[in-house]
């Protein structure tokens, strides 16, 4: 059994947690984020003959990439039942099914992960995490209220995550008439006691703001036990760790890595896997840096919509803020990437108080600039670019043309900087984000197609949608969450 795993905060201040404590902790008591004190080696996990780890189905190959981070804190049978459980909510047999984009000689893949229960990858951590919140609380007989805001993805799949849970009731915050109704009625169909959902006359920014406000209200915090699923908790990124090994682990039972280095043996600038990523708050990306900082021979391109910062920040070492604009991909629409931190952290060579300071003026300035010596090396891992929205709209439409093959507006955004930054032949997994059905309108502008919702959800339209209309007004929503939660109602 490896020995325990702590986490330590980017920022120094907070004391070193494990598994759980980091789990339900979230974000670190001094803002920092919580990353693992050394990453556990590949070695540990893929078994020494690779054909093995093969033929095994992805939850249990899930089951042991992730054993090293959570060992000391659950019983191993427990949580390989655990993630069983969790994708088997999936609608693929394949649970994350990796396709050829064209010709398989081409050696350009497509990652699927969008066939769970909310037809985005955020459901690939989430459908884990709400499992491993219910079994802490039910340990420790605690109960928790989760309330998040949401422009769209997030709300769906936390509530997919949460919902009829003893431990726990949600309420997700939308703004009202802003989100698809694909994306609203994903919410507000859901049939479960425990399950509020709240569009609130006003924007995704008044969302957040009575949020931030839900959680400074300290008395209501303690009495409801106000809990946040938020896209920075540790538990995410260990979940999305996994499926960038697997998918290295498939291409090598193809034999399409060619040159690239064994698992184990992390490649300099040339030999690597190339994963494009269409990149937003950067939690994707970043497990892919976890999967290399394990061993995996890995580089990445990480795609942006014209919400650039990181494209601009892995040529010019410089991160700044600006405007945030709508676009086709909106769950992309993001500036400052509050992953991006955790990255920074090892930039730095683990140096918490340049994190900090670097973060801090980020907040102040609206910018800051990684020294030269800490950058020399970035461009052997990362690289990036950006892709507007006609641009996005052409690739959709080409890649139907050429593959038959329908790919939603941020997997394209991905597609596109991979087609930019690969090399010819080398080994390329594009991650699609998306199932194309969730965002219909912008791939029917493109191809002239309408995608269908896949069975399980072809009703989505003629189910019963419940939800609350209120006033963007703080005590108004606090007055309906303490109304409405189990825990004050006790
Ligand atoms: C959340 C999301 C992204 C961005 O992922 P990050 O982890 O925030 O970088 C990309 N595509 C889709 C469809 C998403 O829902």
Redesign the pocket.
Known sequence: MPSPLYYISTRGEASALNFADVLLAGLASDGGLYVPESWPSLSEVASANPADTRALSYPAFAAEAMWPFVAGTWQQSDFTALITDAYSTFNHPDVVPLVPLGDPADNIWLMELFWGPTL???DIALQLLGRLFDGELKRSSGQITIVGATSG?TGSAAIEACRDRDTMDIFILHPYERVSEVQRRQMTTVDSPTVHNIAIRGSFDDCQDIVKALFADEALKDRLQLSAIN?INWARVMAQIVYYIWATVQLEGMGKLGEVAKLGEVAQSEGNVAFAV????????YAGYGARGMGLPARFIVGTNRNDSLARFFSTATLSTGEVSPTLSP??DIMIPSNLERLIFDLFGRDSTATADFMQQVRQDGRATLPAERFDEVGDVWTSRRTDDPATLEVIGKTYRDTGRLIDP?TAVGLAAAQELRTEGEPTVVLA??HPAKFPDAVKQATGISPDLPDSMADLHERTERYAVLDNDLATVSRYVEEHARISAD
């Open positions: 985005a990858f955020k993805d896209s269409p990149t937003g708050n950067f939690g994707n990306v769950s992309m941020h984000t998306a």
